[in-house]
């Protein structure tokens, strides 16, 4: 059979289920197998073998097969040359600044940004590795070109960012940091690529946690960084074979299978999340709600030029209650799980009080605490409906679904 390749003159849906999948030549199964494995066969002779090499199956912590055939995927899907595929998308992070960053050199990391890459670059890289680093609200592109240094080496982005939802301008930022000879990577985790390719926007890294809308079921962690070879082989030899964040092959496994239905998850995603997001609008007990497809969100237009098919999943929003109501009205929910995470089939939300270390960068109306709701893919008269009742349940009344 001739070798099968999916590249962009395929549909994104197209490009899901066949992109990294192929006959198994051994038994003739039209599905991918769990390859569990930790040795593969060595040559006649192994001694002009590089050791610390990804590119030949030797030891599963260099690469086995089921991470190649997850990183093929993601490849494609992302429009980038090569990929790595880590065990979980803090490797993924991690993984990258390792292998990019050497003492003295200088970093832009967004303002509204995931917890551990806050630490991460606050706390770690700074204090015990030497690289400098500088805090700065992405969304203002003055404010970036104005932290430029010489030694800037990285410009490290999230958009839709966590939890506030701001959003940055891709395609600007990565003028910026070209201009200035740097990188610019970009955690896509809260977009997907379905909504959101930043390697065509310009940017020379993605990174993904494959445990969210990728795998999409809540059951494999995961993470990925997509970009060209050479950023890529770096990260492989230096993090992934040196530092040891490998992928279980069953996991690999597992969200190679969640990646199929990727494009038809996500539009569901975006489609319920839109409705929740407009309902809870109209509340007049909710103090606000931010969410990149509302047209009231400050990165309303910049979202829809860079988000083609939608404004993900994800929504935080406040009320007009106290830290005892707030979990009230969680404890009330029946459909919606009260849990961390976000991108599972289930529709998941966490209270986030008003002790969270980054609150001082948040928005003021961020203060008193807030829900981050991540929207599932059930009926959106039961999401809908179960957040009505728990909210009655919970004293807050005016409340009216709206199931247009």
């Not at 899907?77 to 803090?90: I, K, P, T, Y």
């Not at 065509?200 to 999409?216: C, P």
């Not at 999401?383 to 349940?393: C, P, S, T, V, Y």
Request: charged share 20%; proline share 3%.
């Amino acid at each position: 059979m001739p070798e099968r390749k999916y590249g962009n003159e395929f549909g994104i849906q197209t490009r899901a289920v066949h992109a990294g999948n192929d006959v198994d030549q051994d038994t003739g199964a039209i599905k991918r197998p769990i390859t569990m494995a930790n040795s593969y066969e060595l040559p006649y002779d192994p001694t002009d073998l590089n050791w610390s090499s990804a590119g030949k199956a030797l030891y599963t912590r260099n690469g086995g097969a089921n991470q190649q055939y997850l990183q093929e995927k993601l490849a494609v899907l992302e429009g980038g040359e090569d990929c790595v595929v880590l065990a979980s998308g803090v490797a993924a992070l991690s993984g990258t600044f390792f292998a990019l960053l050497n003492s003295g050199d200088h970093v832009i990391f967004a303002d509204v940004i995931y917890i551990a890459v806050y630490r991460l670059f606050n706390e770690l890289l700074n204090t015990k590795y030497g690289v400098e680093t500088t805090l700065v609200d992405t969304s203002d592109l003055e404010a970036v070109k104005a932290a430029i240094k010489p030694n800037t080496k990285l410009i490290h982005i999230e958009t839709p960012g966590n939890p506030t939802l701001k959003v940055s301008d891709i395609k600007e930022l990565a003028n910026i940091a070209h201009e200035h000879g740097a990188y610019l990577s970009v955690d896509n985790t809260f977009a997907s690529p379905y909504n959101q390719r930043p390697i065509e926007l310009g940017a020379d890294l993605v990174i993904e946690s494959l445990t969210k809308y990728i795998n999409g079921h809540g059951d494999a962690m995961g993470g990925a960084v997509i970009g060209s070879t050479k950023l890529i082989e770096q990260i492989k030899a230096q993090s992934m074979i040196n530092l040891g964040g490998t992928i279980s092959p069953f996991n690999a496994w597992l969200i190679m299978r969640g990646a199929v239905t990727l494009p038809l998850r996500m539009k569901q995603h975006n489609e319920n999340a839109l409705k929740v997001a407009r309902y809870l609008e109209s509340l007049p007990f909710v103090s606000f709600v931010a969410y990149p497809g509302l047209e009231s969100h400050k990165g309303h237009e910049i979202a829809k030029k860079q988000m083609i098919n939608g404004f993900g999943g994800v929504l935080s929003f406040g009320l007009k209650a106290d830290h005892d109501t707030y979990n009230k009205v969680t404890s009330y929910l029946k459909v919606i799980t009260s849990a961390v995470s976000l991108g599972h089939d289930e529709s998941l939300i966490v209270f986030l009080g008003e002790e969270d270390e980054r609150q001082y960068l948040y928005p003021e109306a961020f203060h008193n605490g807030f829900y981050r709701l991540s929207v599932g893919i059930e009926d959106i008269e039961d999401i809908i409906g179960d957040l009505e009742q728990a909210f009655e349940k919970a004293g807050l009344n005016g409340s009216e679904i709206i199931k247009k």
